[in-house]
């Protein structure tokens, strides 16, 4: 008997935890991971990732507790295994939409009378590849069409890995419309660098592909470029710049200078949704709110802020929040701090620049979200 408790417990100790991270060594380098099916991506994966993650945990209070606090370790794992299903479960697909009124929010930059009351909805780190049914894209693009935005805006990760994954959804993309157009940027992941590609032409391929599916949904992609929407009298001047982040990881090709070239101007359009009043633009000046999107906001703290003070709001993503924190009063605490200076929601700067950073409606890696629920932000001018 006293045998069967040591081989149990030897088990248990050690082959438990080897177990799971020679699955993970192997997944990883032998198994064409980015192509898998995606549930098994996403909760395979998961799955594993979560009970190494309730082992290190349990073997942490058991180590520190010894015997006096066995049972005491036994009941906090079971209490953080509920609260991971509930972020795996619940919280990772508990859309939440945030409003920010412009006006309000930063005084220091006037917005223009004509656009008073404009509705721009920013999606962003979608990650796609990681949903496992088309429902789910669905019941996103529902939730977006019901806060009726003038535009919508999505500052990129659209993918995990390569293009393909957005080919299962394209129908239920296309539905995402707007009266004044669906413009997106690419992120990091975007460009398919985290796939083992036959040569250079086949991640080009992929990029090619990807754009071909923006067109073919009826996205406008703004690589390093622009458009302009005339409302009132005034114009919403809408800036693109591809990614750029500060780690060296990830891609540099962001390009303010050309993107706000005249060259680089990709159409001038007319407001569908402006009211017509013929006195409204007399006896003065049309005036121009200019937005950028970037999906890596440290591209605002290393190329626009200073440097290009016509650039009155930067939207961003790709932070996530890291997918965990802590919201007080409408204000994000997560561990993203320590790794980016602007992580969560709006950050007015001295000069009155804007940059406001969009957490995700997606997840990466794990399907968990604890505390940093997917999110939608409207702005109303």
Excluded at 17 to 24: D, F, S, V
Excluded at 208 to 217: A, D, R, T, W
Excluded at 220 to 244: F, M, P, Q
Excluded at 315 to 333: E, P, S
Aim: glycine residues 8%.
């Amino acid at each position: 008997m006293q045998t069967c408790k040591r081989r149990y417990r030897l088990l248990f100790w050690i082959g438990f935890p080897i177990g799971i991270l020679a699955t993970l060594f192997l997944l990883f380098c032998y198994a064409d991971v980015p192509f898998w099916n995606p549930f098994w991506r996403t909760y395979l994966i998961g799955m594993l990732a979560v009970l190494f993650l309730l082992y290190l945990f349990y073997a942490f209070l058991r180590l520190a507790g010894g015997r006096r606090l066995r049972r005491f370790s036994a009941i906090a794992t079971g209490v953080l295994f509920l609260i991971v299903v509930y972020a795996m479960v619940i919280s990772t697909f508990n859309i939440r939409i945030d409003k920010v009124n412009l006006s309000r929010a930063n005084p220091e930059r006037f917005v223009p009378q004509g656009l008073r009351g404009y509705r721009i909805l920013q999606i962003s780190d979608m990650h796609i590849g990681s949903f496992t049914s088309p429902k789910q894209v669905r019941r996103l693009v529902h939730q977006a069409l019901n806060t009726n935005p003038d535009m919508v805006v999505f500052t990129g990760d659209m993918v995990n890995f390569s293009a393909s994954e957005m080919s299962q959804h394209l129908t239920e993309l296309a539905h995402l419309s707007a009266p004044d157009g669906v413009y997106c940027v690419l992120g990091n992941h975007d460009y398919g660098g985290y796939v083992r590609w036959a040569d250079t032409a086949a991640r080009h391929a992929n990029l090619q592909k990807m754009l071909q599916y923006y067109k073919h949904i009826g996205w406008t992609c703004l690589n390093n470029a622009s458009v302009k929407i005339e409302r009132g009298g005034d114009t919403l001047h809408l800036v693109g710049v591809e990614n750029w982040g500060r780690e060296k990881r990830f891609p540099k090709r962001g390009d303010l200078k050309a993107a706000l070239s005249p060259s680089t101007l990709l159409e001038t359009r007319r407001s569908l949704s402006a009211v017509e009043d013929e006195d409204f633009a007399v006896n003065r000046e049309p005036q121009v709110y200019t937005v950028l999107l970037s999906h890596d906001p440290t591209y605002f703290d290393s190329a626009v802020y200073l440097r290009y003070p016509q650039i009155d709001l930067t939207l961003a993503g790709h932070t996530h929040g890291m997918q965990l924190g802590l919201r007080i009063n409408g204000k994000d605490y997560s561990p993203a701090r320590f790794v980016y200076e602007h992580f969560s929601g709006l950050y007015v700067m001295a000069n009155g620049q804007a940059l406001y950073v969009n957490t995700g409606c997606g997840f990466n890696g794990i399907p968990f979200r604890l505390g940093m629920r997917p999110v939608f932000t409207l702005f109303e001018f």
